[in-house]
């Protein structure tokens, strides 16, 4: 017999969409406590769409939106949203994740800035606390950014598309920092990415959103890996091969179905 | 006129002489700079400059709308306060509409520049149906700071109050959404009330230092001192103080130095508040 684990938050039956008119439907999705999801489609398929619905930032067309309780979320957005024409530090961006925290008149105080060092210290940029947000390299920033979210204590750690532009090095070690927060300290994530690769290795769950196909799939890694799902969301088959003990994906000759492989 | 090379001196001592005629416009246009000033860090890292500008015309719509609504109505004396409120009344709604809302279908920059394009027009149509106070269009676009009652330096100075109490209060909020709307929103905050409360102040600003300033000079003080100490490389924080010196150093220099050149003051505002960009960006030159 398995225990029921309430999540910390759910959709169900949710229509997800913008000014009442509806892009997903049917949408059923659950974030357990340590739980390590990653949505996966092409790009504007409608993935920060669902992220946005779950943390309640956008309100649903139909169907519902489950909070059992109140839940600490850390939010990492694009890097390339956060314009770094402003003059902060990146001590300064760091403690922004304690704002909705703190409420409109209380000040940050002794507290707030361990937490913000800790969460500095944790993704490696505690010596960046004092240099410019706006002169720090992609991947400094974007380890800023999860710091910021980090720095709120989160029981949830959501992250939109966290790899994107980075190059392959860059990417390894954001992938395998989120892991390190995942293991350590039973957090649950939930990530986009439009590159199934990039995630293939480290999420336990995936779902699949692609508004165009009205596509919202979700399940464990494994069965998200065969060929018929991927076939699904790419419309052409796709192969899964293990090289090195890293899960490899990529597009093969035919149709959807005929050539998948895994590994 | 002696030229601009150098300040008269007997200038200078007539200017001293006449403290009752510039005290209180002085203090008004010193004033109308730093609180300006201080706002202009938000306008110009939100990139929404041309905000300010569509809200400066629309202010001065205002104003011309109630002196066609006083001509027309044949009401005699002029209404100062109820002028003030109608300007207020436009640039506040133009602020919530044109600042808080953030249109997914249309690029912003589409309804500000119509919103500018359209009260500009609408601001030449109504003059040339004033037929007694078309004189003031001059002074109400470009500024003169001569003539300041003192109950408009009274409102200025509530107002000053207001926004900047306003800022220190919710400081961190204002910052943060701003900075980053997508997180604020994902993590729960009314993003859309904060950006109102901001705008809410830059709207109320706006009239209020455009009637004693005049439009030109009050959209420059809501960019070029920010600018200035951003292009100097000011933190955050830091900035806004510089930005409001900045302010206050410009309209005090345009104010004196127009009086005894005998040039026109909002413009030497403007030219001064602009020398400052120029030194920020050579103080960051110099400091890499």
């Known amino acids: 017999m398995t225990a029921y684990v309430s999540p910390l938050v759910a959709l169900e039956r949710a229509a997800i969409g913008y000014g009442g008119r509806a892009l997903l439907e049917g949408v059923d999705l659950a974030v357990a406590p340590g739980a390590f999801l990653a949505l996966v489609g092409p790009n504007g398929g409608g993935k920060t769409t669902v992220i946005r619905s779950l943390l309640g930032a956008l309100p649903l067309v139909g169907g519902h939106l489950v909070r059992p309780r109140p839940v600490r979320v850390g939010y990492v957005p694009q890097r390339e949203h956060v314009d770094p024409v402003w003059p902060f530090t990146a001590g300064e961006v760091a403690l922004m994740g304690r704002i909705p925290g703190l409420g409109p008149w209380r000040r940050p105080g002794a507290a707030d800035r361990d937490a913000v060092r800790r969460a500095m210290a944790t993704v490696g940029v505690e010596h960046l606390a004092d240099a410019p947000y706006g002169e720090l390299s992609g991947g400094q920033r974007q380890r800023t950014l999860i710091a910021r979210a980090l720095a709120a204590e989160p029981e949830l750690l959501v992250l939109d598309e966290p790899t994107n532009g980075m190059d392959p090095a860059a990417e390894l070690a954001t992938m395998d920092l989120l892991e390190e927060l995942h293991r350590g300290g039973g957090l649950a994530i939930v990530m986009v990415s439009h590159r199934l690769e990039a995630v293939a290795n480290y999420a336990r769950a995936l779902a699949f959103v692609d508004k165009d196909q009205r596509l919202f799939r979700v399940g464990l890694l494994e069965a998200m890996l065969r060929p018929e799902a991927l076939g699904a969301l790419y419309g052409r088959p796709v192969a899964v091969r293990e090289v090195d003990g890293r899960r490899v994906v990529y597009p093969v000759n035919g149709r959807a179905g005929e050539h998948g492989r895994r590994a | ?288």
């Open chain 2, 1 to 288: 006129m002696n030229g601009l090379d150098a300040v008269p001196a007997g200038k200078l001592a007539e200017f001293l002489a006449a403290r009752e005629i510039w005290e209180i416009p002085l203090a008004a246009s010193i004033l109308s700079g730093a609180l300006l000033g201080v706002l202009g860090v938000y306008v110009v890292l939100r990139r929404t400059v041309f905000v300010s500008a569509a809200l400066t015309q629309l202010s001065t719509l205002g104003l011309v709308a109630t002196l066609l609504v006083e001509e027309r109505v044949h009401i005699e004396t002029e209404h100062a306060s109820e002028q003030l409120a109608v300007a207020i009344l436009f640039s506040v709604a133009g602020a919530l509409l044109l600042g808080a809302f953030r249109p997914r279908r249309l690029p912003a920059e589409a309804g500000v520049g119509a919103a500018w394009v359209v009260a500009s027009a609408a601001v030449v149509l109504g003059v040339s149906q004033l037929v007694h106070a078309a004189h003031d269009l001059g002074g109400m676009v470009f500024g003169n700071a001569v003539a300041v009652p003192a109950g408009d330096l009274a409102v200025i100075a509530v107002v000053a109050v207001v926004c900047v109490a306003v800022h220190a209060l919710f400081a961190k909020e204002l910052a943060f959404v701003s900075f980053d709307p997508e997180t604020a929103l994902s993590l729960g905050m009314p993003v859309r009330r904060w950006d109102a409360l901001l705008f809410l102040t830059i709207g109320l600003a706006i009239p209020v230092t455009a009637r004693a300033l005049g439009a030109l000079p009050v959209f420059a003080f809501l960019t070029l001192p920010a600018a200035a100490a951003l292009a100097g490389g000011a933190r955050f924080r830091v900035a806004f103080a510089i930005a409001g010196v900045i302010g206050v150093l410009s309209a005090a220099a345009g104010y004196v130095l127009s009086w005894v050149w005998e040039i026109p003051t909002g413009a030497t505002m403007v030219a001064i508040a602009a020398l400052f960009v120029g030194a920020g960006a050579l103080v960051r030159r110099r400091g890499r």
